[in-house]
């Protein structure tokens, strides 16, 4: 899909997956590369900048977000009902794409599992998956059938490992890792991961998408990039965390 601004698409559902964890999908024929993302706003509703939500899932005909309801903008949407329109704007961002000469695992903590459902359906091979969660997990039967492995951690040990999802095993083993969630899960794994290659999926505050306000600034051993521009994936060794 050619970026060319703002346009509007029908909400088909948008529905809890459990408390304050909402999935959208939205009409449309939509093209996009596996981890970039749109900016979406709601036309005639406060506030008035609009909100980055990383592509979930794109299948014949529909565009999925899986969200968190974490302030006014975000509540907003989860307010939407089939009918309803949203604007966007996008895709944006850079990419990721598993090959199939690399062994590969996706790893995701809590909201941050979103953008690996299309990384992995549009991978060349089955990659391993990993999802953390706090408590009791959340849309991880979505992944089933593009994992050659899925494994699920909870802090409180619930379900699966107990623990946080970073501790599950020695990443090395792998090729590469690619890895969206919040930055202390980030950190942690940059920490742990000394001869694989690791890419980040960054999550910041953003109010263009476009790279011209400088609000979603991050630094690197490059200097000061924009994560809406140049990312939001980027080599864990280029990043200064």
Same mark, same amino acid.
């Given at each position: 899909?050619?970026?060319? *601004? ?18 959208? /999908?939205? $009409? ?6 596996? $981890? ?15 909100? &980055?939500?990383?592509?979930? /899932? ?12 974490? *302030? ?10 089939? *009918? ?23 790893? $995701? ?36 059938? #593009? ?10 040990? *619930?379900?699966? #490992?107990?623990?946080?999802?970073? /501790? ?5 083993? #792998? ?56 990312? &939001? ?9």
């Amino acid at each position: 899909m050619e970026n060319k *601004g703002y346009r509007e698409f029908p909400v088909i559902s948008n529905e809890a997956v459990v408390e304050n964890i909402y999935r959208m /999908d939205l $009409g449309g024929d939509f093209i996009a590369e596996p $981890g970039q993302f749109f900016m979406l706003r709601s036309k005639g509703a406060g506030p008035l900048l609009s909100r &980055p939500l990383s592509i979930c /899932d794109i299948s014949q005909g529909y565009l999925t977000f899986l969200y968190a309801v974490v *302030g006014e903008g975000t509540a907003i949407l989860s307010r939407k009902r089939p *009918g309803d329109a949203v604007q966007l704007l996008g895709p944006l961002g850079n990419s990721y794409k598993v090959k199939s000469e690399r062994k590969t695992a996706l790893i $995701g903590g809590g909201i941050g599992i979103a953008p690996l459902l299309y990384i992995a359906k549009t991978a060349e091979i089955k990659p391993d998956i990993y999802l953390g969660f706090r408590d009791a997990p959340f849309f991880e039967k979505e992944f089933e059938a #593009y994992a050659g492995k899925l494994q699920i951690a909870t802090e409180t040990g *619930g379900v699966g #490992y107990r623990g946080f999802v970073t /501790d599950i095993r020695n990443w090395d083993d #792998y090729d590469e890792l690619f890895a969206c969630g919040p930055m202390p899960m980030l950190k942690a794994l940059s920490r742990k991961v000394v001869d694989c290659e690791l890419y980040l999926s960054l999550e910041a505050h953003m109010a263009c998408g476009i790279g011209a306000c400088l609000g979603c600034a991050v630094e690197t051993v490059h200097g000061m990039k924009r994560v809406c521009k140049d990312g &939001p994936i980027f080599s864990a060794k280029e990043l200064i965390l």
